[in-house]
């Protein structure tokens, strides 16, 4: 089993441990467990993505097997990136609303003879009105309620939000301790909700939430990875006429403005990025080919220097020039490399077909029949201070996990904000140390 899918299991076991008990004492050693397995097997795949894919060697053929069989996986990665943070932050919002739930209070109760009962409201001291971002109205209200126990009725004062401003003699559920009335009351206005604190499950609107996220996220993920990164499309498109195609040879490596056209071009603006590229020479020029970000071209290009291939690409349907198209390079010993590549010049001469018209010979095969190599994920000047800032985040989790937050309610707000803020500042940090490399590759 590879590293991803154990840190994958991990996290899910995480997520099933918080469904199953949701309250319980922490430190949360099911959940510390989870966290080492999900933390040693992104550790594993760390240390052998450190180690340099060469093009031979069995790590290096069998990742080229996988990308050539289905998809080119670049061409995923945003998709991919957003689809695991979504996936991502189920079990996050579980393990905030089971820290926030879990209370010395409901311990206390929970340990004298818990009882769930509807209380009558004696007095309101204050209610104050918030409204949330889609519209819905919250009143948080400071009531007091006559608490029975064992050794009488005690009037303690507590904190509710409901949906309705409360007065007097209302009724509210409660849950509280049958012999100890001294350890107060939690109050809500739904039963359910107690229920659940009571039983240490999942409650009926944090299952509902969870299902919704989890149906956004799987409808996500087929608009993601969705059909459309294979080279059999270009096949499509040349025996539509619709593509060009260019005797060129790898020169080197570099880096170039990206211009993707817009899905709308009626008033579209023009958003450029900076992107690796293999540098190209053909009779009629040079050129380039854009690589997805996450590509090192430099490895890429000394392992395909000089070799010669066809590129292929599909020209805009108005015949506007500047825009980079989606191109496919077909080496002549069978392997292809997807990216992107400026519109124009009209084809080579040489091709067999006259210039300026479109080429109607298929691919040199059915289909190329593997992805070229090496992938360079690991770059050190790029990836280590996102790696960093994603290891604050993984630590505060597991400072959560550990019980730090119990009864504590700074330093649990603390450790929840890092957890968001730690992988929100890496993947910032990693965009703006690859920008800063691709932009020295350009100027060599």
């Known amino acids: 089993m590879s590293a991803s899918a154990v840190a994958w299991a991990g996290a899910a076991a995480f997520l099933v441990c918080l469904l199953v008990r949701k309250v319980a004492p922490y430190p949360r050693w099911d959940l510390l467990a989870c966290l080492a397995v999900s933390g040693g097997a992104v550790a594993m ?6 180690k340099p894919t060469g093009s031979t060697g069995p790590r290096g053929a069998r990742s080229r097997g996988r990308a050539g069989r289905a998809r080119w996986w670049p061409a995923r990665r945003s998709g991919l990136v957003g689809l695991a943070l979504w996936a991502l932050f189920l079990p996050l919002a579980m393990l905030a609303f089971s820290a926030v739930d879990t209370t010395p209070r409901l311990a206390e ?38 608490v029975p126990g064992t050794h009488g009725t005690r ?17 509210v559920w409660a849950l509280h301790s049958s012999r100890n009335a ?8 739904s039963q359910d909700e107690l229920r659940a604190l009571l039983d240490g499950t999942a409650s009926g609107h944090e299952m509902l939430l969870l299902a919704l996220s989890g149906c956004a996220c799987a409808g996500y993920a087929a608009l993601a990875l969705r059909e459309g990164t294979s080279p059999r499309r270009f096949n499509a498109d040349l025996i539509a006429n ?3 195609m260019l005797r060129v040879r790898i020169t080197g490596a570099g880096a170039g403005l990206h211009f993707p056209r817009p899905a709308r071009t009626d008033g579209a603006k023009r958003h450029c990025r ?5 540098r190209l020479t053909a009779s009629s020029g040079d050129r380039a080919l854009y690589l997805d970000r996450c590509l090192d071209p430099v490895p890429l290009a000394k392992v395909l220097a000089s070799r010669s291939g066809w590129l292929y690409w599909r020209p805009g349907p108005d015949g506007q020039p500047g825009w980079s198209e989606p191109a496919l390079l077909v080496l002549d010993d069978g392997r292809f490399v997807m990216g992107a590549t400026p519109d124009g010049p009209i084809p080579d001469r040489h091709a067999g077909a006259p210039a300026g018209e479109p080429v109607t010979q298929p691919l040199p095969s059915p289909e190329p029949t593997r ?14 201070p996102g790696l960093i800032a994603f290891g604050v985040g993984f630590l505060s989790v597991c400072l959560i996990a550990a019980g730090i937050g119990y009864g504590n309610g700074t330093a649990l707000a603390i450790c929840l904000a890092t957890t968001v803020l730690g992988p929100t500042a890496g993947l910032l940090l990693i965009a703006r140390r690859r920008s800063a490399y691709l932009r020295g590759l350009r100027g060599t």
């Open 45 to 50: 795949w760390w240390w052998r993505a450190r």
């Open 109 to 146: 109760i929970t340990h004298s003879g818990p009882v769930l009962s509807r209380l009558t409201i004696k007095a309101v001291h204050s209610t104050s009105r918030s409204q949330e971002n889609h519209g819905g109205v919250h009143y948080n209200s400071s009531v007091s309620v006559a």
């Open 155 to 171: 009037l303690t004062t507590e904190e509710v939000t409901t949906s309705k401003p409360l007065r007097k003699g209302d009724g």
């Open 182 to 189: 001294a350890a107060g009351a939690l109050l809500s206005p």
């Open 242 to 244: 619709r593509s060009r």
């Open 274 to 278: 900076l992107h690796p590229a293999l």
């Open 371 to 384: 992805a070229v190599g090496p992938y360079v994920l690991w770059q050190p000047q790029v990836h280590k």
